[in-house]
């Protein structure tokens, strides 16, 4: 079955260190995101990328990095940059632009940060 | 700016009764409107769109409702059962544009009672 992959489900780092969330797709779609979930917040966009070797900046990208250098592929780095980085992030992926009668995006289960 | 509003945190209802999830977007270049569901420590999934031409779409237990005019949508669920207990949250996007973006609510915690 075709799927994302977010790994691992939980994990924790200190403070001040990188940490790298890795999502892996099986659906050949072309486009992926991630979003990170915080209480009240709602999802709200890191970063996204329509194609491969290619990304852009969401509404709260800072202290946050990103690569795409294969299709399948989408890992994301929490740098020590990131003030508030504890929190549960969700990957996501399309195969395009979205369209009418699409279902929009496809998500993983997540991955719950806990920086202490 | 929040483009996208969901101003119920939360909504309990009773196993059978409906459950009405409500959604005010300020964007009007937003033609296309979707629905997920949420458990806990899972990822969304998709549960029923809207295109901004119609006004209703239903797919079983569920229907959304669509007041262009008002830029106001609700989600329906009837009769409500208690695995329909889930955050749920809103989404639009400009689909004209070939815009990959989707911009979501903060989504609504339904709780669903036996």
């Known amino acids: 079955d075709g799927g994302i992959t977010q790994s691992p489900k939980y994990l924790f780092r200190k403070e001040g260190q990188n940490v790298t969330l890795s999502c892996e797709q099986n659906?050949?779609?072309?486009?992926m995101y991630w979003y990170r979930q915080d209480p009240g917040q709602g999802l709200r966009l890191i970063y996204y990328?329509?194609?491969?070797?290619?990304?852009q900046k969401g509404d709260i990208a800072e202290g946050y990095s990103v690569s795409r250098e294969k299709k399948e592929s989408f890992p994301l780095t929490v740098t020590s940059a990131q003030k508030n980085p504890t929190a549960f992030y969700l990957c996501?992926?399309?195969?395009?632009?979205?369209?009418?009668?699409?279902?929009?995006?496809?998500f993983g289960s997540g991955t719950r940060l806990t920086v202490v | 700016d929040q483009q996208v509003k969901q101003n119920s945190p939360s909504l309990s209802v009773q196993e059978g009764r409906i459950s009405i999830l409500n959604c005010d977007y300020t964007?009007?270049?937003?033609?296309?409107f979707l629905w997920y569901k949420k458990y806990p420590a899972e990822g969304p999934t998709f549960l029923i769109s809207?295109?901004?031409?119609?006004d209703k779409n239903e797919d079983g237990r569920f229907t959304v409702f669509l007041n262009k005019s008002a830029k106001h949508l609700s989600l329906h669920i009837v009769p409500s059962q208690p695995g329909d207990s889930a955050v749920y949250f809103c989404?639009?996007?400009?689909?004209?544009?070939?815009?990959?973006?989707?911009?979501f609510g903060k989504g609504t915690l339904l709780t669903v009672n036996p």
């Open positions: 996501a992926s399309s195969i395009g632009p979205v369209f009418e009668g699409a279902k929009g995006y496809t």
């Open positions: 659906l050949n779609h072309d486009a």
């Open positions: 990328s329509q194609i491969v070797n290619d990304f």
């Open positions: 964007n009007s270049m937003f033609d296309y």
């Open positions: 809207i295109s901004s031409i119609k």
């Open positions: 989404a639009a996007s400009e689909v004209s544009v070939g815009n990959y973006k989707l911009t």
